[in-house]
């Protein structure tokens, strides 16, 4: 069986990682590559309104400096579950909206423990195909995240995830591409790095 193609796109909160990954698998699926998003999130707005609507500020104050990393990383690995089970079943490209990487950085911004133990579980999940980080500065991410108005990021937050992100060993080996740029600029650098692998 042909391994399905999976692209996975990384990169800060703001950094319009989902905006792009769901326009992606539409271009391709309409120019007769059937693809499938796939959101690999660790839950964390679900969290953050349990924990408000009990009258804690988030889920790290609801569940824990332990428990919360833990549910977290649970909840991650489920979706990327799925995500390998339904792409492994249908054969469709699979852009991925975060992955494995997303979980280490995260704990990492924050100063969890137990990184070591979430990679070495982490470990049964593959590679995919190509890894692209949008490198986004964090002040227009923060701009971005404060103009759709769902949430809000602090700006060391976002400094700490885009330092932890380049800090990675695997990072030399993402695809980096410009997330500052107008949104059709980052949607065309995509298209030009995904079309060798599903064909023009």
Same mark, same amino acid.
């Given at each position: 069986m042909?391994? $399905?193609?999976m ?8 950094s ?22 796939f ?7 679900? !969290?953050?309104?349990?924990? /408000?609507?009990?009258? +804690?500020?988030?889920?790290?104050a609801?569940?824990?400096r ?15 579950? +799925? ?5 492994? =079943?249908?054969? +469709?490209?699979a852009?991925?909206? /975060? !992955?494995? !990487?997303?979980?280490? %950085? ?15 579980a982490?470990?049964?999940? $593959? ?6 980080? =949008? ?6 991410? /923060?701009? /971005?995240? =404060? ?18 992100? +380049?800090?990675? $060993? ?22 030009? %790095?995904v ?6």
């Amino acid at each position: 069986m042909v391994r $399905p193609v999976m692209i996975a796109l990384l990169g800060v909160d703001g950094s319009g990682k989902s905006t792009q990954a769901r326009a992606l698998a539409r271009r391709l699926t309409a120019r007769g590559h059937p693809a499938t998003y796939f959101e690999n999130a660790g839950g964390r707005p679900l !969290w953050t309104r349990l924990a /408000r609507a009990l009258g +804690r500020p988030d889920g790290v104050a609801l569940f824990g400096r332990t428990g919360y990393p833990a549910l977290e990383a649970a909840v991650r690995a489920a979706a990327m579950t +799925r995500t390998l089970l339904v792409t492994r =079943l249908t054969g +469709r490209t699979a852009v991925l909206d /975060r !992955w494995t !990487w997303c979980q280490y %950085v995260i704990m990492a911004a924050r100063g969890d423990r137990g990184r070591r133990a979430v990679r070495a579980a982490y470990a049964i999940f $593959p590679r995919p195909t190509v890894v692209c980080f =949008l490198a986004t500065s964090p002040e227009v991410a /923060r701009r /971005r995240v =404060l103009a759709r108005g769902i949430d809000t990021e602090e700006l060391g937050h976002l400094r700490a995830l885009d330092g932890a992100y +380049r800090a990675l $060993p695997e990072f030399g080996s993402f695809l980096v591409i410009d997330g500052d740029r107008d949104p059709d600029e980052v949607a065309a650098a995509l298209d030009r %790095v995904v079309s060798p692998l599903v064909g023009r």
